[in-house]
């Protein structure tokens, strides 16, 4: 995909890791998925549907993202949740969204905050497009606790893409949502769907995961987003615990899970809380909320818990699967 149009934000090669979707071609027309690239929540998304009507479950899927992204979009006067952050109160589908969240939220012992808007603003890295900078300590122990969805909503995308391509008829997906990739049903020939897992130092992937459908696969970085200031590298990723960027020891995070709103948010609370407490996590959630991780820690090395991830030996980190 075309990886410098992904963040309008993010200076030159400073995104690293994308899950590319590695669609391998089935035989003969009627077998080959059709596409669709929809650019919204301010990536690029690129969805690959197999079945009959593929096209027009494609179409259908098109205009819930829109629908989505109209709701979510903080920075947008009459969005859902722009309304929430004027004094309504969150209803209907964005109130069970928020719900999650918390819950999320909590199962993450406050690591994933959807409440953050306020601090994220004041970095310059809320939807207010704000400059960016170092807010003082003040500011950020006074900042307003505004809702901001942008850590569950292509989890949350992604879950609704799938939904309404399985309506439409579509029997397999590969849904990009720039990054983040849930994955739907069967391919055709019933292989599994094969996930290109990239490198956040650029270059080469560091392995391919191998799924069935019904996963979703998030990755959260702190490459993704950020600036700096005198020679200080600020990153998106924020502790709630601080206001400030996470320190976790961690360069990313990527989580496959059976739900694509809790993939979404844990891929950035396992940023902010770091390999140790991520896998206790793991583990406190095994029967509840089962989910796989692939981390890449900044002195080099890549711990992953999934069966199905085969790293690249060339990758040049040095590759443990932990439990
Ligand atoms: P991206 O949206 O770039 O894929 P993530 O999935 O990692 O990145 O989501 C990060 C987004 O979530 C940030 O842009 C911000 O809106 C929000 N965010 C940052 N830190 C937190 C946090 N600790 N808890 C909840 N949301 C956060
Ligand atoms: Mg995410």
């Known amino acids: 995909m075309p990886i410098d149009m992904r963040r309008k934000h993010v200076s030159g090669r400073t995104l690293a890791v994308l899950l590319a979707a590695l669609l391998l071609a089935g035989c003969g027309a009627p077998r080959e998925a059709r596409a669709k690239t929809v650019f919204a929540m301010d990536t690029v998304m690129n969805l690959s549907a ?21 709701m979510l979009a903080r920075g947008v006067e009459g969005s859902a949740v722009y309304a929430c952050n004027h004094g309504a109160a969150p209803e209907g589908e964005l109130a069970e969204l928020l719900a999650l969240a918390e819950e999320i939220g909590a ?36 900042a307003p606790r505004l809702l901001d969805l942008g850590g569950v909503a292509k989890g949350y995308a992604g879950q609704r893409v799938c939904d309404i391509l399985r309506e439409g008829g579509a029997t397999g997906a ?12 069967q391919k055709p020939d019933g292989s599994a769907w094969r996930v290109a897992v990239k490198d956040p130092a650029g270059g080469a992937y560091l392995g391919v995961l191998e799924s069935e459908g019904g996963r979703y696969i998030a990755t959260s970085g702190v490459y993704e987003r950020f600036f700096e ?60 909320t089962p989910f796989d991780v ?30």
């Open 50 to 70: 197999y079945g009959k009507s593929a096209d027009a479950a494609l179409e259908a899927a098109e205009r819930e993202i829109y629908r989505l992204d109209a």
């Open 174 to 185: 590969v849904v990009d949502l720039g990054g983040d990739v849930a994955l739907f049903g």
């Open 229 to 288: 200031q005198n020679g200080v590298r600020y990153h998106h990723i924020l502790d709630p615990r601080t206001g400030r960027p996470a320190e976790s020891g961690l360069v990313s995070a990527t989580v496959i899970c059976e739900s694509g709103v809790w993939a979404d948010a844990l891929a950035t609370a396992v940023c902010v809380m770091g390999a140790e407490q991520a896998l206790q996590m793991r583990a406190a959630l095994a029967e509840t």
């Open 294 to 323: 692939i981390l890449v820690t900044a002195d080099g090395r890549v711990l992953y818990t999934c069966e199905g991830f085969a790293p690249d030996a060339g990758n040049g980190y040095a590759c443990e699967r932990v439990f």
């Open 107 to 142: 199962a993450a012992d406050g690591a994933f905050d959807p409440y953050l808007g306020g601090v994220l603003d004041l970095w310059g890295f809320g939807s207010g497009a704000g400059e960016h900078r170092v807010p003082t300590e003040t500011e950020l122990s006074e």
